[in-house]
């Protein structure tokens, strides 16, 4: 009997333990299934489920604390959140980034406004207190926040630049971040707008890039004029060129390269025409003078004056003329010179019946030749002193009672076109004016045709043989031959050309340089440079000056690819040769393995023109 008690007991307990072990598998399973499910329904499959008993354990690594408490919160909801382990991980904040400092300045008639976010000012002085010198501080709208975060390389450059380019531009965008600075601006004429652009692409930071927007209002072209002329060798050229918009230029254009042989022809546009079939009135004579076989054609507004070549017969004249005259439009009248054979003294001799005013590069100019009488004399140097100073004209003029009525209009007109010049010559006669000289502006040939054109009247026939010389041009500012070559050695200074280990080939980074140097010598293409290659003095001399003088080709070729005119460039490969350095060192080394510019003189030039052609001996295991 109690062996059967103690077996009943022990068979009790075992139906109970494993009972229980039944029931707690079962609920493990339960809540890991019940969990799981709203893990998933919540997009949480990040997370992970595991069961002890009653106890249910969370793990993985949550994206950020906010989503681990929703986790437990929404695990929660559907348990017992006493029975919630949570063991989650929640991963690691990125480092938050430095914000990008930038500056939006606007400047009108109105003020300056200032909107960006900006590094705090180490030297106290605000981009509000370093405008004040143009305008007053109650007109400048100051919206810039400032953050205490590292400055990046060239903001402090770059904004200095933009500060100063507001200063000059009265209306103007400027947009400044540490690797860009984006100006937007009016200016008030095409030269103009070319003075602006150089000044800023000649004064920007290095390292910063320049994006420019400058525009320029059409300007009033009062009288609206035009010259072409063409020689009896079908050379064609236009001493001025109005148009009204760029489809009037090109017909104008491909009319003259139709007449004859013309080189980079330009047209103005401007407002001003003085009817809608100027376009059609110009190529009705510019056809013309060339079946006349040459001459010049004047229009001044609607007044045209076409003057033919002196071998012209007068039954081609006639015939010709009488076409064109049907041919224009209406509106436009035509006043047509068959000349006699022009001779030109150009002394102002006793026996020449002409007015000769010639003024020398350093600004001294000589009158000489016939004049009415002595108060027309009084006009004329009067006139002159005011146009060139009282201290740089020399009057050596006599009378001559016979000269022509309009004679002090034709001398007052030369006079005024020699003005439009550096240097050069006007020579006046009774139907003839020429103009000779060296200018420093692009539009002087316009300027003194559309002068002579509104003197002269009728009597419009002259001729202008104007050179134009960009380092006369101040519009220009161009730097002078030593100032390209120590800017573009002054940018080799601060980063240097790389080439690729024993190679002549330019590195990536190295580009960024060169396109740089670019911008400096498309402002010096006119100089004469020398690109010179050295290497350091590891592996053989004859291999050396060879790699040396591939590199040099390597840059000349890259500054062509960049849209530079290297006529005026040769490259050599000097070696070892010259080193700045120790070649015992690394660092020496490094130096030693370089490019430079050097200005070629003319006896200079000509012994490099020479030797540019040379064979260099091949080698096997050139330096690096």
């Not at 595991?50 to 994206?63: C, H, I, K, S, Y």
């Not at 420093?440 to 003197?455: E, V």
Request: charged share 25%; aromatic share 4%.
């Amino acid at each position: 009997m109690r062996l059967k008690t103690i077996a009943a007991f022990t068979s009790a307990a075992a139906l109970s333990v494993g009972g229980a072990w039944l029931s707690a598998g079962w609920v493990e399973a339960r809540s890991a299934e019940v969990v799981t499910s709203e893990l998933i329904d919540g997009r949480h499959e990040w997370a992970t489920v595991t069961t002890d008993g009653l106890l249910v354990a969370l793990g993985g690594e949550a994206p950020d604390e906010a989503t681990r408490f929703r986790v437990v919160s929404q695990v929660g909801a559907v348990i017992d959140p006493d029975r919630i382990v949570d063991n989650m991980d929640v991963k690691a904040r990125a480092k938050i980034e430095s914000p990008r400092f930038s500056v939006e300045m606007l400047r009108n008639v109105d003020g300056v406004s200032l909107i960006g976010l900006i590094p705090p000012s180490e030297d106290g002085d605000s981009i509000t207190e370093q405008l004040e010198d143009i305008v007053d501080v109650a007109r400048i709208t100051d919206l810039l926040e400032t953050a205490s975060y590292p400055i990046p390389p060239n903001w402090e450059a770059a904004l200095e630049f933009s500060i100063d380019a507001l200063r000059d531009l009265e209306r103007s965008k400027i947009s400044v971040s540490a690797d860009l600075v984006e100006i937007t601006a009016i200016s008030d004429s095409p030269e103009s707008k070319r003075r602006i652009e150089s000044q800023l692409a000649r004064n920007a930071p290095s390292g910063v890039r320049l994006a420019l927007n400058i525009s320029a209002p059409r300007p009033v072209i009062s009288p609206f004029t035009l010259r072409f002329t063409l020689d009896a060798e079908g050379k064609a050229a236009f001493d001025a060129c109005s148009a009204y918009d760029e489809d009037s230029s090109s017909r104008i254009i491909r009319a003259a390269s139709e007449a004859g042989s013309i080189e980079k022809p330009e047209c103005a546009i401007g407002l001003g025409v003085p009817s809608p079939n100027w376009t059609s009135a110009v190529e009705v004579a510019i056809a013309g003078l060339k079946d006349i076989g040459g001459g010049s054609l004047t229009f001044s507004d609607a007044d045209i004056t076409l003057v033919a070549l002196d071998t012209t017969s007068q039954g081609t004249f006639d015939r010709v003329i009488g076409e064109i005259d049907a041919a224009l439009p209406d509106v436009f009248s035509m006043h047509a010179v068959l000349p006699e054979k022009v001779v030109v003294n150009g002394t102002g001799a006793v026996e020449a019946i002409e007015f000769v005013a010639t003024r020398s590069p350093e600004g001294l100019v000589q009158l000489r030749g016939r004049l009415p009488d002595d108060g027309i004399e009084q006009i004329v140097g009067s006139f002159a002193r005011a146009q060139f100073g009282s201290d740089k004209v020399y009057l050596a003029t006599r009378d001559d009672a016979n000269l022509p009525q309009d004679w002090p209009v034709r001398v007052l007109a030369a006079l005024e076109a020699l003005a439009a010049l550096e240097n050069g010559s006007a020579v006046v006669q009774t139907d003839y004016v020429e103009i000779r000289g060296v200018t420093g502006d692009k539009k002087a040939s316009n300027t003194i045709s559309r002068t002579l054109a509104d003197k002269l009247g009728d009597a419009e026939n002259f001729e202008i043989n104007i050179r134009y010389d960009e380092l006369l041009d101040t519009q220009l500012d161009l730097p002078t031959p030593e100032e390209c070559v120590a800017r573009i050695n002054t940018m080799l200074n601060a980063s240097k050309i790389v080439f690729e280990p024993s190679s002549a080939d330019i590195t990536t980074e190295a580009g960024r340089t060169v396109d740089r140097i670019a911008e400096i010598a498309k402002q010096c293409e006119r100089v004469r440079m020398e690109i010179g290659g050295y290497t350091d003095s590891q592996g053989r001399e004859e291999m050396n000056t060879d790699l040396s003088q591939l590199r040099a080709d390597s840059v000349r070729a890259a500054l062509l690819s960049r849209r530079v005119l290297t006529g005026n460039m040769t490259s050599k490969g000097y070696g070892e040769a010259d080193p700045i350095a120790d070649n015992d060192t690394a660092e020496g080394r490094e130096a030693n393995r370089r490019i430079e510019f050097k200005l070629l003189t003319d006896a200079r030039a000509a012994a490099t023109d020479e030797t540019e052609g040379d064979d260099t001996p091949e080698a096997e295991t050139p330096s690096e």
